[in-house]
């Protein structure tokens, strides 16, 4: 089955610096990847994601890459601010819709 | 629309008893999937149902099973509880026209076992 691994487990980083999470999968039917925010004691909600067929996506401060030849993707948020401070799962979902998700990484925003 | 809703919010039990979760999901969609979170490690895929079958499962003992109606709402049941069951109980529901959707949380339940 499939296998994603997310990097760092924490991150912490100044107010207005960039955040960067990264995570790998095995499985190279999985073409659907979605990333998550959720904040402490409330739901993962769905911040950006990303199809197969595309190698960058953005959203205001929030961008997502993807390379599917390295098996990787990325989550990129700039300017950070105290409120993105949260777990973040990024997840990788196959042509069966099932999904697989990463450990997660807490941010820490450092104002 | 009303969002994924969960039912009840918070559960008490001890070893041995039973435990049944409800999930309604997103009026219109019909896959339901089930998440164990713990601390430290992440969300652990249970079962997703759609149309009334278990679609996909993950690798948890038999203890733990589930069911979706016709109007899509599901149930999660956990028999002989054990104190490693106590997480957060997440559903997620996506609609699934044609293809990969995304999948939608509720807010969980919170189950503790004495």
């Known amino acids: 089955g499939e296998n994603v691994e997310q990097h760092p487990s924490t991150l912490s980083v100044q107010e207005g610096d960039s955040a960067v999470i990264k995570c790998t999968y095995s499985d190279s039917a999985s073409n659907y990847f979605p990333w998550y925010k959720q904040e402490l004691g409330k739901r993962p909600q769905l911040i950006i994601d990303?199809?197969?067929?595309?190698g960058e996506k953005k959203d205001q401060r929030i961008a997502v890459t993807l390379n599917k030849t390295a098996k990787h993707f990325s989550l990129h948020i700039t300017e950070t601010q105290p409120e993105d401070s949260a777990v973040y799962f990024c997840?990788?979902?196959?042509?069966?819709?099932?999904?697989?998700f990463g450990t997660g990484t807490s941010l820490t925003v450092i104002p | 629309k009303a969002g994924v809703t969960q039912t009840p919010r918070y559960l008490i039990k001890t070893r041995g008893q039973q435990v049944t979760l409800s999930c309604s999901p997103i009026s219109g969609h019909r896959s339901v999937s089930w998440y164990q979170q713990t601390p430290g490690q992440g969300l652990q895929f249970l079962f997703e149902?759609?149309?009334?079958?278990?679609?996909n499962k993950g690798n948890f003992p038999g203890r733990f099973s589930g069911r979706q109606f016709s109007n899509s709402r599901s149930e999660m049941n956990v028999s002989t509880l054990e104190l490693g069951d106590s997480a957060l109980y997440l559903c997620a529901s996506s609609l699934e026209l044609a293809g990969i959707d995304t999948q939608y949380f509720g807010p969980g339940t919170r189950l503790t076992v004495l």
């Open positions: 149902y759609f149309s009334e079958t278990q679609r």
């Open positions: 997840a990788a979902v196959n042509t069966g819709n099932q999904f697989y």
């Open positions: 990303i199809r197969s067929n595309v």
